[in-house]
């Protein structure tokens, strides 16, 4: 998905200032609830056990105890439900981010809810790096086809304008060579989860230790 679309929710200190947010799911049946909830459930429980690769749909359905038929109409495959899962653990940061406590939430200069953004961010897919190789792997686009990526994204451009000025207007989608657009853009590449699992998994670094060095470098690149 190129964008999100939908309700949007208000942001930072009543400046008019927006960010689009993930769309809830059309509401469905309770039993259907009750199935969805079920396999997700099954899910986390075989992850932990097994990992990605111990994920199948075969071992889903019956750890879930529901027939392939009832897997198959919530979930077509493994990049479906890990989807799905990091669609819960998203929302959760996304409602930190809008209405928690500075500085991961409103009420801080724009340069430190960048810096907490990044370390929030980053434990964010650390937590989930399977999942999110998984679901970036899937299709052709990689991490610009989620959902997420534009509000990720447009957090990070409303935040460097707000350092760049501080009573700038909202960067939005009409101008896309913006230099705040460009600079967001390159903040997020740091970020990136097959850059993430460059230096954790094959170079054998520590996430304590790099989040400290990628927070200077992303105030380097926001910097006016």
């Given at each position: 998905m190129?964008?999100?679309n939908g309700p949007q929710s208000g942001y930072g200190r009543g400046n008019g200032k927006f960010l689009p947010l993930v769309p809830s799911q059309a509401p469905l049946r309770a039993d259907a609830q009750r199935n969805r909830r079920k396999i997700l459930?099954?899910?986390t429980d075989l992850l932990a056990d097994k990992g990605v690769d111990g994920l199948t749909m075969d071992e889903l359905a019956r750890r879930a105890g529901v027939g392939k038929g009832t897997l198959y109409r919530n979930f077509t495959d493994k990049p479906g439900i890990a989807s799905a899962l990091l669609d819960d653990r998203v929302r959760d940061m996304h409602a930190r981010m809008l209405q928690g406590p500075p500085p991961l939430g409103p009420g801080?200069?724009?340069g430190e809810r960048l810096t907490a953004f990044v370390d929030a961010y980053l434990r964010h897919i650390a937590g989930n790096l399977d999942l999110v190789l998984l679901t970036e792997s899937s299709s052709p686009k990689g991490r610009f086809d989620r959902q997420s990526y534009p509000f990720w994204r447009r957090h990070v451009e409303i935040l460097i304008a707000e350092m760049w000025t501080p009573t700038a207007p909202e960067p939005t989608d009409a101008n896309p060579s913006d230099?705040?657009?460009?600079r967001a853009e390159a903040v997020m590449a740091v970020l990136?989860?097959?850059?993430l699992d460059q230096w954790l998994n094959r170079q054998g670094r520590t996430l304590e230790e790099l989040i400290p060095q990628i927070q200077t470098i992303v105030s380097a690149i926001a910097a006016p």
């Open positions: 190129d964008d999100i459930d099954a899910a801080a200069p724009g230099p705040v657009r460009t990136s989860a097959a850059q």
